[in-house]
């Protein structure tokens, strides 16, 4: 007979968790692994809320394995170590993101992509190697491998900076990636959630010049005045999307619902890219004869992990923005 979660291992757990697709939380008793060699437990402190969250503990994207407890936006202090682990010890200051295993022999893991890995397991609703269900974190501790650790800067609040272990990072990378990153250039970013927001930051710190396009005019305020937005478009309005035809090098798209290709297809330069990092549920249309009349590109971008830093397990995350990145555009630094 199988083990139920709060039995599974040896280590009690308490958690937050969705039953069934109502979405609708209740208390979790459940258990972590003993800490292993190579693993790393901290107490979690604060985890943020990331749409996906949201996909999944409905299941709309339909692999939710209920009971689901959400969270990979994580951040806490250590409180054990296993004896191989090098880089962490008890009191540091860590975050875990989307991540928690993969294959580590892939072409992908070899080159420092494990969000690309065949075999990645993500931080909840998954199936670890030993055969138990992840859980994030909505929870009182977590306990992953230290490869999928990372170090927390001492001058940045955890409150605050849990985003970037996903939102960050997910915006961040496709802005270089791309070659969205360079002084003059026109971005837009499409919706001012919890992606958009960042992405308008990294933008800006880039020197690109930032349209948010939303559809709701309430948001100008904040995207204009507290986020440094250039300028502001409402979707649903026809004449403003006009007359913004053909002005933009790139977008990047973090809208989590359905919504038209075309008219931000119509934004774009020639050769310009529409980068898809939201996740809608459902497929969306898309119009083929304008990316071909301007060589445009739509494409997307899935970069669920913040990197460590090769030198000493830490990342750095942004604040006046980047510092220690290199030119991988994969390392959240």
Not at 54 to 79: A, D, Q, R
Request: charged share 20%.
């Amino acid at each position: 007979m199988a083990k139920s979660p709060e039995t599974e291992h040896p280590v009690k757990a308490f958690g937050w968790a969705a039953r069934d697709t109502s979405g609708v939380f209740s208390p979790f008793k459940f258990s972590r692994r003993a800490t292993g060699e190579n693993d790393v437990q901290f107490r979690v402190l604060y985890c943020g809320v990331c749409h996906s969250d949201l996909h999944m503990i409905k299941n709309e994207w339909g692999f939710t394995k209920y009971p689901i407890v959400p969270g990979h936006e994580i951040v806490g202090i250590v409180t054990e170590v296993g004896n191989k682990v090098e880089k962490f010890k008890a009191g540091d200051k860590v975050g875990v993101g989307c991540l928690v295993g993969s294959c580590r022999q892939c072409d992908q893991c070899s080159n420092d992509l494990e969000n690309y890995c065949a075999k990645q397991v993500l931080t909840y609703s998954a199936t670890y190697f030993d055969g138990a269900i992840t859980y994030g974190g909505y929870s009182n501790l977590m306990v992953a491998d230290e490869h999928f650790v990372v170090r927390w800067p001492e001058n940045l609040a955890m409150d605050a900076g849990a985003p970037l272990l996903c939102a960050g990072i997910t915006t961040y990378s496709p802005l270089r990636y791309f070659g969205l990153d360079k002084p003059g250039l026109n971005v837009g970013v499409v919706g001012l959630g919890g992606l958009g927001h960042l992405a308008v930051k990294f933008a800006k710190a880039f020197g690109t010049k930032v349209t948010v396009i939303s559809t709701s005019l309430s948001k100008k305020k904040e995207a204009i005045e507290n986020l440094g937005a250039d300028a502001f478009l409402v979707s649903r309005d026809p004449q403003e999307m006009e007359g913004a035809a053909g002005t933009l090098d790139g977008i990047i798209d973090t809208v989590s619902a359905n919504h038209p290709l075309l008219p931000l297809i119509n934004l774009l330069k020639p050769h310009g890219k529409l980068i898809m990092v939201g996740a809608p549920e459902k497929p969306l249309e898309l119009p083929v004869f304008p990316l071909l009349l301007g060589r445009k590109s739509v494409t997307g971008k899935w970069n669920r992990r913040a990197k460590r830093d090769a030198g000493d397990g830490g990342f750095c995350c942004g604040a006046q923005y980047i510092t220690r990145c290199g030119d991988d555009p994969d390392r959240l630094c």
